[in-house]
């Protein structure tokens, strides 16, 4: 069982900082990988532990290593790009240049039982043997390239040859033959099985193969993906392989500028990036250097790729024919494949991880190398190297772990200007860890940000409150002992933002705004604040908030409105009003938690009235560093008087009567007009000028033809809040 201790204590009060502080927290392995490790593995159990040492041996000052062989007395020879150089590289780590071959890269190595080396290029395909100073050409079979040689137990050169995806074997005298013609474009990868098979792996097919001696063909396994980038086999027989989707690993990402440094054969100049994992939404255009461009040929072509497709996975075929996924990722590819000492190691094109993986879903990220993409996995003897791209370099990978090591988070952004509090770390043997911290106002660190701050004995930093930050931590050991850090807690506090109210909205005169009676699965009603807040402390969901119901009340006078505070602070509301002509606002209603509130008209006396509603934070922050947003509503008007009607008989001609009608309201603008004469329909009526438009209005009426007697005749307008004012006249035809 492992022994934990925190390093650090945890936060229990932050001076004049909100009541609730934000934490970022990294304590997963996905949340670790996110961060640069510098001698540092990530073990499957989400820790940090020294890892083993990994010294730069030989710098080959080439773009990229393409392949790599170690023949027996421990030499290492690195085939590179993309200038067709070949180096040997010594116990000692001492390299020198064994070959200048006229092809432009050097994409397989293999050495035979006397040690002699022989090397296959592009973008010429041929084989060339490589003996001292001798360096011959011993294979040509017409193709562009020659992706992967290896030696069967016979001593004879298998090559797997691209653009027609024939496998051919050749003696050691130079006689050649077609071995076996495969249903792929390429063959990229082989190894020898203990029985002496040929394991073979292809493109675009995906598939992986079990080539017998005789040439027997037999699939052992169909991807479903693009290319078998890697194969070998382990001493038990279990077959590993590294397949992946989407473009090749190592497809260089620029097309080639022809020069003639050498006679007579077409050198590329281009910037490369090998293997590098598109951001996401983004689509990757590969174009491979060389002189022709096969339109059947996947590592040759111009194509466009969605990242959407990018697949890799390592693969496990017992000798029983079982196959295991041992590892999946949409977002690193995967370039070698190397069992050693019970486990299966593989590397990867993203940061030039290594990882060691010792059972499904049990990985430990070994190591990150200084360079983008780690190619080659090599063991010669009892030592283990990597090889690498941008730029190609040798490393070896040590026996014994490395005395320090540092791991940089990624930086994160607290979306403003913030405080940190107490930084507490769960770790073993703490006291040889320490963590430091940097800030910044950018999104990625430059020349602005603060300089690393240690961080104190109690968790506190000194660095500077900013929108960004980053941490650092660093193990040493001592003694024979070595830390083990489990997970990173900094506590953060945003700067307050003001509250902003984004509208205030006055309802039209009759409308109440009711709340909807609602509770959710876990008993907790969205429009009860102390609910919602209750609910937030105990860690449940986000809960929406519920609109009001409208519903129709006479008299009623509603406002809505909304805000927002970037803090996700609880807001409370206090809404005033103010007469029209007046200086001082007085106070409607203080301390709402709802966003909407309704008075009856006859709470204001009538006139025009503005409303102003002010949201603060106070329920989320001590009162010094409260904030407050307001608005001012339009100018509405609280009307409970009806017009006064004003009705003149002004003449009767032949049965129909002339009436002079004058309507007025002292504060709302008249609205609809109707006349009905004795019990009869109320039928429309216009003013003088047309249309009812103010808040006085003139009628001229005159009637049909009214038969003898006694008649009555009523008038009614409404102002803008429905009140009603009537008049009525009573008239007498002879």
Known sequence: MKKAFWLLPLL?????????????EVRTYDEFR??????????????????????????????????????????????????????????????????????????????DSKDVLYAGTSPDGKVYRIDGPAVTEFFHPDVKYIWSLVFDKQGRLLVGTGDK????????????????????????????????????????????????????AFVLYDS?????????????????????????????????????????NVQASVNVTVGAAPSPGQEIQVIEPLEQVSQDTPRA???????????????????????????????????????????????????????????????????????????????TGNRLYATSANMGKLFRVGDTLATSGSYESDVKDTDAISSWGKISSKAENADMIEISTRTGNTSAPDKTWSDWARVDGTGGTVSPKARFIQWKATLKSDAGKSPRLASVKVPY?????????????????????????ITTSNNVNPNDPASVRANAR??????????????????????????????????????????????TWKVLKKD????????????????????????????????????????????????????????????????????????????????????AIDTGDWRPVFPKDGIIDSKSESFSYISGDLPSGEHVIAFRIYDQNDNAGMGKLVVRIP
């Open 538 to 583: 105990a860690g449940g969901p986000a809960l929406p908030r519920i609109p009001p119901r409208r519903v129709p009340q006479r008299g009623a006078q509603s406002f809505q409105w909304s805000a927002t505070d970037k803090n996700q602070d609880t807001l409370s509301y206090d809404l005033y009003y103010r007469g029209d002509n007046e200086r």
């Open 165 to 216: 995806g024939v496998i051919y074997r050749v003696a050691p005298d130079g006689k050649s033959e077609s071995f076996y013609d495969t249903d792929e474009t390429h063959i990229v990868s082989m190894a020898i099985d203990r029985d002496g098979n040929l394991i073979a792996g292809g493109d675009p097919k995906g598939y992986i193969y079990r080539i017998s001696p005789e040439g027997k």
């Open 301 to 379: 072509q111009t194509r466009r790729v969605s990242d959407n497709n990018l697949q890799s996975v390592v693969l496990e075929i017992l000798p029983d024919g079982v196959v295991n996924t041992l590892w999946r990722s949409r977002e690193e590819m995967v370039f070698a494949v190397l069992p050693r000492g019970g486990k299966v190691l593989f590397s990867t094109g993203t940061k030039g991880r290594i990882y060691s993986m010792d059972g499904p879903r049990s990985a430990t990220l070994l190591q990150e190398s200084s360079e983008e993409q780690t190619t080659r996995l090599i063991e």
């Open 224 to 264: 479903g993906m693009r290319e078998v980038h890697s194969v070998a086999v382990g001493p038990n027989g279990t077959i590993y392989a590294a397949v992946l989707n989407g473009e090749p690993a190592m497809a260089p990402a620029a097309a080639p500028t022809q020069s003639t440094d050498r006679p007579g």
């Open 592 to 675: 709402l938690d709802d966003n909407f509130y309704t008075i009856n008209s006859d709470t204001l006396p009538d006139g025009t009235y503005v409303v102003r509603v002010v949201a603060g934070d106070q329920a989320s922050n001590p009162p010094d560093l409260a904030l407050k947003g307001e608005m001012e509503s339009r100018p509405f008007s609280i009307d409970n008087t009806p017009p006064v009607v004003t009705m003149k008989l002004e003449s009767i001609e032949k049965g129909r009567v002339r009436i002079a009608i004058d309507a007025v309201d002292q504060t709302s603008t008249l609205n609809d007009a109707e006349v």
């Open 34 to 111: 996110k961060g640069k490790l510098t001698n540092l593995s990530l073990t499957s159990d989400d820790e940090l532990v020294l890892a083993p040492r990994f010294d730069m041996t030989f710098n080959t000052e080439q773009t990229l290593i393409w392949s790599a062989v170690a023949d027996s007395k421990g030499n290492l020879y690195l085939g590179t790009g993309h200038d067709g150089k070949i180096f040997k590289v010594d116990a000692t780590g001492k390299g020198t240049l064994i070959a200048d071959l006229p092809e432009l890269d050097v994409l397989a190595l293999a050495v």
């Open 493 to 517: 506090l945003q700067q307050n933002f003001r509250p902003e109210v984004t509208n205030l909205d006055v309802l039209p005169s009759g409308v109440a705004l009711q709340k909807v009676p």
């Open 12 to 24: 229990l009060a932050i001076p004049l900082l909100a009541v609730t502080p934000q934490f970022w």
